[in-house]
């Protein structure tokens, strides 16, 4: 029979399955250059194939990406040629042609969805309902893939669905890149296609694979994108052009798109209020609480539950249980979608790259200082508010652990630190924060306060900076269990890949920059009608308040979009802080890398030692002298590889590169 290509590149060729890399923990098997009438002949073969489609998730799944470490709240020395812009169409340092990392192995992945989709129905030994799913599955991963392209290199080649006859010539086999808005219409009706036929849960054993709810999520992040600055009406993209010399970029602002933002979102959180599917994961307070760890009192928000609430919420154990394994994803309200066992994984290494040499970790991983100071003061308001009234202090150490003037500190610790918002002290890892490694079998490692000054075990030895560069390091992903040490174990978390906290953000975000009265179509075919409502972006963000224990944006904000927005994008900060390289595409999305990514990274004095003279010096904001921060307009888009370019003659560059 005639080989079809599904890829630009790729031709049909071998599907291989190692069983070393498949994240839904299944028996995989190896096709050498079968047929497609051979491969969708059996069951066995055709799950084969599907389970073959999910190494896209590999690649795509947004922990395994370099992003991840590669703008202005974490540093890791491996990502520095990321923070100074040492990269090209000629190197594209992890994304090397050799690198399974590569970003081009999404085309891997388009080509057998596309393949599957085509030719599961002549599987004789599946139900209807079977295939129905199945191909629901592998639309949602053909969407994940191009997202993956788009979100990084803009325009992308849109591979025909029927795929393309190998006896083409060279150069008719090579495609142009396609219009950023036809990309994004093409994802987001193959999502709102396989929402339309996934079921709305799965089992235990099927966590990793995609629900209604993900097919809706992933949809509302897609149109968020588009709809952002960076793609909506952009006149500095005006030079993205195919080989034809046709803009690819829209250059008229186009509010609707923020319109369908929303109304994704929307269709989520309805799908969600019908089947009670989703809300963000509350832990209540333990009876032996103490005052002084609770929210400092509000006489709106203290005695009423949640969402109204946080009368029943422990701030700080119910946003960092859902991220630490302390729950699972299973029994999470708040996860809608994981990529399994892989997620755990790649969240372990964090932990590896995170934790102190005392506890055998690699110590390397950074907290800038510009990510801690986003944190807000316990009582919502901002440091330099607090900074105002004498509340927010740079100056003195805690004298006694855990006492009611500052219930989350050990002693010893800068007061820079005290009475922080419960998300700091879930995600933080500052100098004199303690470590349980509770499941090492040595005494010694357990409840261990690290300190990072120079000369220490865990800070700068002479001129090696074998320690985190700014002296602040991450703590979102560790459990008290966590330890490398002897007997110890790292307990396995679940990869928030899309969680409901998000969604919420998605939604408020969008309707924030609505002046109009829109109609849009929901994933259903029925009409929405979305516009700017006070009451519908306060239903989404008080959620994220109160579970966080601070209390709620004012009236004079919801009104007032630019204050809003503005405020948003620090919730976005600090609510997903570390998770899906969400920072790194948002300050882009927004266009407000070029200057939040060009200001110099900060953090604490590394070269200051404990040292009870000049101990204070350690904590005086200072700039990173051996990272050179660099972000140009260029940049804004990731150039192809010279080697992609070669092999697609209709290939056309990203400006500038």
């Given at each position: 029979m005639k080989r079809l290509l599904y890829s630009l590149w790729l031709a049909v060729g071998a599907i291989v399955c190692?069983?070393?890399?498949?994240?839904?923990?299944?028996?995989?098997?190896?096709?050498?250059?079968?047929?497609?009438d051979?491969?969708?002949?059996?069951?066995?073969?055709?799950?084969?194939?599907?389970?073959?489609?999910?190494?896209t998730m590999l690649y795509v799944g947004e922990f395994s990406e370099p992003f991840r470490w590669a703008s202005d709240d974490l540093y890791h020395p491996d990502m520095k040629d990321y923070?100074?812009?040492?990269?090209?169409?000629?190197?594209?340092?992890?994304?090397?042609?050799?690198?399974?990392?590569?970003?081009?192995?999404?085309?891997e992945g388009i080509r057998k969805a596309s393949t599957f989709i085509n030719n599961v129905d002549r599987c004789p030994e599946l139900t209807m309902d079977e295939k129905a799913d199945m191909k629901a599955q592998v639309r949602f991963l053909r969407a994940y893939s191009y997202w993956g392209l788009i979100r990084v290199y803009g325009p992308v080649p849109l591979i025909p669905l029927e795929g393309q006859d190998v006896n083409l010539s060279y150069e008719e086999l090579s495609l142009p890149r396609e219009r950023f808005d036809v990309l994004v219409d093409f994802i987001d009706k193959e999502l709102a296609e396989a929402a339309r036929s996934l079921p709305t849960k799965r089992t235990v054993?099927?966590?990793?694979?995609?629900?209604?709810?993900?097919?809706?999520?992933?949809?509302?992040?897609?149109?968020?994108?588009?709809?952002?600055?960076?793609?909506?009406?952009?006149?500095?993209?005006?030079?993205?052009?195919?080989?034809?010399?046709?803009?690819?970029?829209?250059?008229?602002?186009?509010?609707?798109?923020?319109?369908?933002?929303?109304?994704?979102?929307?269709?989520?959180i309805e799908l969600s209020k019908n089947a009670n599917l989703y809300e963000l994961y509350t832990v209540a307070p333990k009876a032996t609480s103490l005052p002084s760890t609770r929210p400092p009192y509000h006489?709106?928000?203290?005695?009423?539950?949640?969402?109204?609430?946080?009368?029943?919420?422990?701030?700080?154990?119910?946003y960092k249980s859902i991220f630490?394994?302390?729950?699972?994803?299973?029994?999470?309200?708040?996860?809608?979608?994981?990529?399994?066992?892989?997620?755990?994984?790649?969240?372990?290494?964090?932990?590896?790259?995170?934790?102190?040499?005392?506890?055998?970790?690699?110590?390397?991983?950074?907290?800038?200082?510009?990510?801690?100071?986003?944190y807000a003061m316990n009582d919502g308001r901002s440091i330099t508010e607090a900074a105002a009234t004498g509340d927010y202090v740079t100056e003195g150490f805690t004298t006694q652990a855990y006492v009611a003037v500052n219930p989350f500190l050990p002693a010893n610790v800068s007061l820079m630190y005290n009475n922080r918002e419960p998300r700091f002290y879930a995600s933080v890892g500052y100098s004199g924060s303690v470590w349980e490694a509770s499941s090492s079998s040595e005494t010694m490692y357990r409840n261990s306060q690290i300190f990072y000054y120079r000369g220490l075990n865990d800070g700068k030895q002479g001129f090696k900076e074998d320690c985190p560069i700014t002296g602040i390091t991450m703590k979102k992903y560790y459990n008290n269990e966590d330890s490398r040490t002897t007997g110890?174990?790292?307990?396995?978390?679940?990869?928030?890949?899309?969680?409901?906290?998000?969604?919420?953000?998605?939604?408020?975000?969008?309707?924030?920059?609505?002046?109009?009265?829109?109609?849009?179509?929901?994933?259903?075919?029925?009409?929405?009608?979305?516009?700017?409502?006070?009451d519908e972006m306060r239903y989404a963000i008080k959620r994220i308040r109160m579970r966080a224990g601070v209390p709620d944006y004012s009236d004079a904000t919801y009104k007032n979009p630019d204050d809003f927005r503005m405020k948003l994008k620090k919730e976005r900060q600090v609510e997903l802080f570390g998770e899906n390289c969400m920072r790194y595409f948002d300050l882009r999305r927004w266009k407000d890398a070029m200057i939040e990514e060009n200001q110099l990274l900060q953090g604490c004095n590394i070269n200051v030692s404990d040292d009870e003279t000049h101990i204070a010096d350690f904590y005086k904001p200072t700039i990173i002298t051996t990272v050179h921060k660099v972000f140009e307009q260029r940049m804004y888009l990731w150039p192809f590889p010279t080697y992609e370019l070669k092999r697609n003659v209709n290939m056309t560059q990203n400006p500038e590169w």
């Open positions: 190692s069983s070393c890399a498949d994240y839904l923990d299944v028996d995989r098997y190896f096709y050498d250059q079968v047929s497609v051979s491969a969708f002949s059996k069951r066995v073969y055709t799950e084969g194939w599907l389970h073959s489609a999910y190494n923070q100074e812009g040492n990269y090209s169409a000629d190197n594209q340092l992890s994304d090397s042609q050799e690198s399974e990392s590569r970003l081009w192995k999404y085309y054993n099927n966590l990793g694979r995609p629900t209604r709810g993900a097919a809706l999520g992933l949809r509302a992040r897609v149109l968020l994108y588009a709809a952002s600055p960076l793609f909506n009406g952009n006149t500095d993209l005006f030079n993205v052009k195919d080989c034809y010399g046709n803009q690819l970029v829209s250059q008229e602002y186009d509010e609707n798109k923020w319109a369908r933002a929303a109304a994704a979102a929307k269709d989520l006489e709106e928000y203290s005695n009423k539950k949640y969402p109204d609430g946080w009368e029943d919420v422990d701030p700080l154990l119910s630490d394994g302390t729950i699972l994803g299973s029994k999470n309200q708040e996860l809608i979608f994981t990529r399994s066992s892989k997620g755990h994984l790649n969240i372990n290494r964090w932990n590896e790259e995170l934790m102190p040499k005392t506890l055998k970790g690699n110590n390397k991983l950074a907290v800038t200082q510009k990510m801690v100071d986003a110890g174990y790292q307990v396995d978390k679940t990869e928030m890949t899309i969680r409901y906290g998000e969604i919420l953000l998605i939604y408020a975000e969008a309707l924030n920059e609505l002046t109009e009265v829109h109609h849009v179509t929901s994933y259903t075919g029925e009409d929405m009608v979305i516009q700017r409502d006070v």
